[in-house]
């Protein structure tokens, strides 16, 4: 049996536990420009998602993006660079895909209007999707927009804004991420 200073010391443990327990979450940082973009500093085991969405027209758009578990195609995961578009005309979306296939290779698959570069060369470091955001923006004559999604960051990392990312520009996704 334990004794009423054993009792006390295990009520304190637990209480201390949940109280400064770290719950990890993902959080993505969105709308960020390049240089928001470069300037950023996070763990590149951390990133889970990131998008470059190239903004053409009113309705007219691209985005280049990668995920960290693959971009499901049919019911399969292919890894690599992916891109989408919505209202860009074939001559601008056949310069795109020949323009990321030289840039980072991979296998060309196509499902309506995503096209995904299976096998290719990934990039995750914000200097590089920074750069390939700027030269997209440059090529294409469009302003970019940037989405960069981490994974297991704790409430705290986002107070002490540790990833110099924007504050504001912070959406906590709800949820624990274990």
Not at 82 to 99: A, G, P, S, W
Not at 139 to 167: G, M, Q, Y
Request: aromatic share 14%.
């Amino acid at each position: 049996m334990l004794g009423s200073k054993n009792l006390i010391l295990v009520y304190l443990l637990g209480y201390y536990t949940l109280k400064y327990r770290i719950i990890c979450m993902r959080v993505r940082y969105w709308h960020l420009n390049i240089q928001e973009t470069i300037e950023s500093k996070y763990p590149l085991d951390k990133i889970n998602h990131w998008e470059i969405k190239c903004l053409c027209g009113e309705y007219q758009h691209f985005g280049v993006f990668w995920f960290k578990y693959g971009t499901p195609l049919d019911k399969e995961p292919v890894y690599g660079i992916c891109l989408y578009y919505n209202e860009i005309d074939q001559k601008t979306v056949e310069e795109l895909i020949r323009y990321l296939n030289e840039r980072f290779g991979g296998k060309t698959l196509s499902r309506q209007t995503r096209v995904f570069l299976n096998g290719s060369k990934i990039i995750f470091d914000p200097t590089s999707i920074g750069r390939l955001a700027n030269d997209l923006s440059l090529k294409f004559n469009s302003p970019v927009e940037i989405t960069i999604e981490l994974e297991k960051v704790s409430e705290e990392d986002i107070k002490e804004n540790k990833f110099c990312f924007p504050s504001k520009k912070a959406l906590p996704i709800v949820g624990k991420d274990e």
